[in-house]
């Protein structure tokens, strides 16, 4: 699948990126858990290894990896120690599947549409076009069954996975040109990987490969007309807001994409029962932690943006959006034709979609706009 | 303070109500934990009782009180056990503060703002009006500076708390008659408790209080026009929907109520590191898991609402907002001006607020309206 490989090389570079970046603060490299292991000495300890498709201490997501780990060590007082390791440190980015279905490692994080080429059904525990924002996905996952159906999709792999970070609404991208009609994207050159790149390739864009070392370069030269990235926190640390002079509103493409932490199942099932409860609640703790990090730090990044006068923060039009939205279905309705547990979880998910559209829009779209209405003086 | 008496009557009749509602299905009340804690015998054990606002097994608050419990459990291997007490059981709702800073009890769970007698100032750490949603809230505490200035406030009682829980936005509440500019709140006889109570009081509106048992036939007799009491899965539940005929949103008044996990100071320095990491993760687990549980359960009873003929849901008008928003903001104010830490609490919160309002326009906002544009065919 392209998409796939294109995220291998895009992963790669941003990781010298990332570590030139180098905002990690966690520690959690060395097992320094030797004393408490002592300690405990009668039950059974396990060193893990944790592969990442982040870069090491990428900002957000592979600072998130780093705190799964620490939680993980923090709760089983020991009894489990973690290694991270970034991206292309023991497995390259895309390897991480392959690394923690051997068996050779215990645990990845990452995203599970990276693996839409092993089952394209992965994207719905990730985030699809138009699809779930952050409270909904964590909500059909846990409430809604969501999570027995990841389970019963990663089984044949002998893998299981828990939600573990997300990074809420991204941003639509970054271009050069306005986008005001559908038709505007004809014959654009846009950077956007998997299924929001179908969808705008499917509008007549011309779909570029670009890894994020890159992207400023190329959108700088006019090499290419758009970009997306991640969101404000993203997308200042590597320049964007310098590189092209109108910023897209919303991350239709990504709405609340959801992290994952990807285990060995023969791993998981050598952990006795209480050990187990601490992998599975320090991955709930983790994914609350991610969503209220990214809050902070897209809030304050934005609020950069919007003093840069260099910028223009734009919302794409209904009659853009309606496009989108149009052929995003489609796009996402495919994958259920795959097989039957895709169309099992492409109808479980479209349902609790259905659902909780008019609730979103009864409590945080109505108090938003609230929120919003100018003072009567 | 008024609206203290006013919540421990109500909290008392719900828990009657909660009683024969009986949705709870944790079993964390019994200490199950004898022979987890034989094999960690040289480690020390601890016997926790946590005593709650909420009626046991209360639908969403309650039975998130038991997951927090069991939580704390799992993670600890059975060396905290905790006895889960209902409001009244062992105290009143709103003797928890006072138990548990006595010691008599190690852990509470409840919102801070029923302890606005004790200290005005901790409104912020539960909900205020026209203030920040789940997201927010979180990302406020967790990496804003609230949850130090949350410890500052709480350490002349001899407390400490940790988020635990958050409803999301709640609803305006159940009206007889329709609102439609900010003067036909004048002479309306409304059952709201709290900050929102005295916004509505400033605008005319005769604020009553009523238990949550008391609601529906209060309102069903037309003895008050109207009502807020949580969100669609907690209202149907008491039958709101079969005693008055329009719904309104937003809850402005609540826009994210974070619940907390008091604890007595003391107690938790008898907890050894690792298990001070297990509470303090569980409350983080915990508040995760109530955010899905209501984003859910709350999208499910809306659809209900949504297909019942005899309800009108309704937004209130901008003017209506407007006005609301203006005298919130000056109620919310006032807090500032009790003592220092009210104001250091009132300035964090309220510059966060200005710093996140951009990005959720940009984001959750932007996604929610695209999510509702029309189809172009």
């Given at each position: 699948?392209?998409?796939?490989?294109?995220?291998?090389?895009?992963?790669?570079?941003?990781?010298?990126?990332?570590s030139?970046?180098?905002?990690?603060?966690?520690?959690?490299?060395?097992p320094?858990?030797?004393?408490?292991?002592?300690?405990?000495?009668?039950?059974?300890t396990h060193?893990?290894?944790?592969?990442?498709?982040?870069?090491?201490?990428?900002?957000?997501?592979?600072?998130?990896?780093n705190?799964?780990?620490?939680?993980?060590?923090?709760?089983?007082?020991?009894r489990?120690?973690?290694?991270?390791?970034?991206?292309s440190?023991?497995?390259?980015?895309?390897?991480?599947?392959?690394?923690?279905?051997?068996?050779?490692?215990?645990?990845?994080h990452?995203?599970?549409?990276?693996?839409?080429?092993?089952?394209p059904?992965?994207?719905?525990?990730?985030?699809?076009?138009?699809?779930?924002?952050?409270?909904?996905?964590?909500?059909?996952?846990?409430?809604?069954?969501?999570?027995?159906l990841?389970?019963?999709?990663?089984?044949?792999?002998g893998?299981?996975?828990f939600?573990?970070?997300?990074?809420?609404?991204?941003m639509?991208?970054?271009?050069?040109?306005?986008?005001?009609?559908?038709?505007?994207f004809?014959g654009?050159?846009?950077?956007?990987?998997?299924?929001g790149?179908?969808?705008?390739?499917?509008?007549?864009?011309?779909?570029?490969?670009?890894?994020?070392?890159?992207i400023?370069?190329?959108l700088?030269?006019?090499?290419?007309?758009?970009?997306?990235?991640?969101?404000p926190?993203?997308d200042?640390?590597?320049?964007?807001?310098?590189?092209?002079?109108?910023?897209?509103t919303?991350?239709?493409?990504?709405?609340?994409?959801c992290?994952?932490?990807?285990?060995?199942?023969?791993?998981?099932?050598e952990?006795?029962?209480?050990?187990?409860?601490?992998v599975?609640l320090a991955c709930?703790?983790?994914?609350?932690?991610?969503?209220?990090?990214?809050?902070?730090?897209?809030?304050?990044a934005?609020?950069?943006?919007?003093?840069?006068?260099e910028?223009?923060?734009?919302?794409?039009?209904?009659?853009?959006?309606?496009?989108?939205?149009?052929?995003?279905?489609?796009?996402?309705?495919?994958?259920?034709?795959?097989d039957?547990?895709?169309?099992?979880?492409?109808d479980?998910?479209?349902?609790?979609k259905?659902?909780?559209?008019?609730?979103?829009?009864?409590?945080?779209?109505?108090?938003?706009?609230?929120?919003?209405?100018?003072?009567?003086?």
């Amino acid at each position: 699948v392209g998409s796939t490989k294109n995220r291998r090389k895009h992963i790669k570079n941003s990781f010298l990126l990332g570590s030139s970046i180098a905002l990690g603060t966690s520690s959690c490299d060395e097992p320094k858990t030797d004393l408490k292991a002592r300690t405990n000495k009668k039950l059974k300890t396990h060193k893990w290894k944790m592969v990442t498709t982040w870069p090491k201490n990428f900002p957000g997501l592979g600072t998130g990896a780093n705190k799964l780990a620490k939680y993980i060590e923090d709760l089983s007082d020991g009894r489990i120690s973690l290694k991270v390791y970034g991206a292309s440190e023991l497995v390259p980015a895309l390897g991480v599947f392959d690394a923690v279905q051997r068996g050779s490692v215990q645990i990845g994080h990452g995203a599970s549409y990276y693996w839409q080429g092993r089952h394209p059904a992965t994207s719905f525990f990730a985030s699809v076009p138009f699809g779930l924002n952050a409270h909904e996905m964590n909500a059909w996952i846990y409430y809604g069954g969501g999570q027995e159906l990841w389970h019963k999709l990663y089984k044949p792999f002998g893998l299981l996975s828990f939600p573990a970070g997300n990074t809420g609404v991204q941003m639509g991208g970054w271009f050069n040109k306005k986008i005001n009609e559908p038709r505007d994207f004809k014959g654009l050159k846009v950077r956007m990987p998997g299924l929001g790149g179908r969808v705008l390739s499917k509008l007549g864009a011309t779909v570029v490969t670009l890894s994020g070392g890159d992207i400023f370069q190329a959108l700088k030269t006019k090499n290419i007309d758009g970009s997306e990235w991640v969101g404000p926190y993203n997308d200042l640390a590597i320049g964007l807001h310098k590189a092209a002079k109108y910023y897209y509103t919303p991350g239709w493409h990504e709405p609340g994409t959801c992290l994952e932490a990807l285990i060995n199942k023969k791993a998981f099932n050598e952990l006795d029962d209480h050990l187990k409860s601490c992998v599975e609640l320090a991955c709930k703790a983790a994914n609350q932690d991610m969503m209220s990090e990214f809050t902070l730090k897209n809030s304050l990044a934005l609020s950069e943006v919007v003093k840069n006068k260099e910028v223009e923060i734009l919302r794409f039009s209904d009659s853009v959006l309606s496009v989108l939205k149009e052929t995003s279905n489609s796009v996402v309705k495919d994958i259920s034709e795959h097989d039957e547990i895709s169309k099992e979880i492409y109808d479980s998910f479209k349902n609790f979609k259905e659902a909780c559209m008019d609730w979103d829009k009864a409590s945080e779209h109505s108090f938003s706009l609230a929120r919003q209405v100018k003072s009567a003086k």
